[in-house]
């Protein structure tokens, strides 16, 4: 069965840092496009960074940019987001997607995503 799986997620204070992970099972995520996005409460799910298959990485949203990172590996079922400098306003519930439809790579958020993980809850507060 092939599914995604998030973990990492939990509670920090503000100011401090979460590596949240997406593994596969199933398959490898080598030429697949990958996006994060969050969900707040009462929010509509947006979303967050996007990794090409070859690595390159793009914002979607601005308010993470210099403060998030998306890398892949050294598993070839893995791909982490890095989050540094946590704000309240960063709480939401974290997911993983998989793409094939923008050939390996990162398009608008709104792109085809063929599976998505079930998320990770991250929580920032004092």
């Known amino acids: 069965q092939l599914q995604l799986v998030e973990s990492g997620g939990g509670l920090v204070q503000p100011g401090g840092s979460l590596r949240l992970s997406c593994v596969a099972s199933?398959?490898?995520?080598?030429?697949?496009?990958i996006g994060w996005f969050r969900q707040a409460p009462g929010k509509e799910r947006e979303g967050v960074l996007c990794?090409?298959?070859?690595?390159?990485?793009?914002d979607y949203a601005d308010s993470v940019k210099g403060r998030f990172t998306v890398s892949r590996g050294p598993a070839k079922n893995t791909v982490h987001l890095q989050m540094n400098s946590l704000k309240p306003e960063d709480t939401a519930v974290y997911y993983c997607?998989?793409?094939?439809?923008?050939?390996?790579?990162?398009?608008?958020?709104?792109?085809?995503?063929?599976?998505w993980g079930q998320g990770t809850q991250v929580t920032v507060s004092s």
């Open positions: 997607a998989s793409s094939t439809y923008g050939g390996g790579y990162c398009q608008d958020s709104d792109m085809k995503w063929d599976y």
């Open positions: 199933g398959f490898t995520l080598d030429y697949y496009t």
């Open positions: 990794i090409s298959s070859n690595g390159g990485s793009t």
